[in-house]
């Protein structure tokens, strides 16, 4: 009969005292590494949801609904589906509104709880209704540019609105004679259009 390795004699000394070398999952789960990609979380105050996530993912496991009768915009993960490329992370656009855990352990017998969201209060024109952007997007960019937001309508009034320096003109649909239809929130196609009539004239 051959002899045991030294090796694997030692380590059956050194178990004996020091107890087995694997862990005692799931009684006791062990701890990850902190660069670990697990699962994956939303930060509510960061996220603007902008949908950049939605556009990077490989696995098209990230989904964006605009509400427009609740007027919201719900950005959800689906994790069923996510194969934890970190793709989302990296072009987050603010670089913290999501990011990975520890939490490795995910399995279950059903698919409930699979799906994580957000949502965000979306921003409409003024004129025809239609979705310009989450609200959280514009005022994340109109204090990114500082100075430069008087610069587009949009940005400026979003942001003026928010700090209570001026109130609402109109309400989404919403027709009348204003002073001026650019100083208004517009999207792009009514703003090309309003721009056009001022400067040509209907």
């Not at 610069?151 to 400026?156: C, F, H, T, V």
Request: one cysteine or more.
């Amino acid at each position: 009969m051959r002899k045991p390795k030294l090796r694997e004699l030692a380590e059956a000394i050194r178990a004996v005292f020091q107890g087995p070398f694997t862990i005692k999952f799931p009684k006791q789960p062990s701890v990850p590494p902190s660069n670990v990609r697990y699962k994956i979380e939303f930060n509510e105050e960061k996220c603007i949801c902008c949908g950049a996530c939605v556009q990077v993912c490989p696995a098209n496991a990230r989904a964006i609904i605009d509400d427009k009768e609740m007027g919201v915009r719900r950005n959800i993960h689906y994790q069923d589906s996510c194969v934890y490329c970190g793709q989302c992370v990296n072009y987050c656009t603010t670089r913290e509104g999501i990011k990975h855990t520890q939490q490795y352990e995910l399995s279950s017998l059903t698919q409930d709880g699979y799906a994580n969201e957000i949502q965000g209060e979306l921003v409409f024109c003024e004129i025809c209704g239609g979705v310009i952007a989450p609200k959280k997007q514009l005022l994340w960019i109109a204090h990114k540019v500082g100075a430069l937001v008087s610069a587009n309508p949009n940005l400026y009034l979003t942001l003026y609105r928010e700090l209570g320096l001026t109130e609402d003109t109109a309400q989404r649909g919403e027709t009348g004679p204003f002073r001026s239809d650019s100083l208004r929130l517009l999207c792009p196609t009514c703003r090309r259009e309003t721009y056009l009539k001022e400067t040509w004239g209907e």
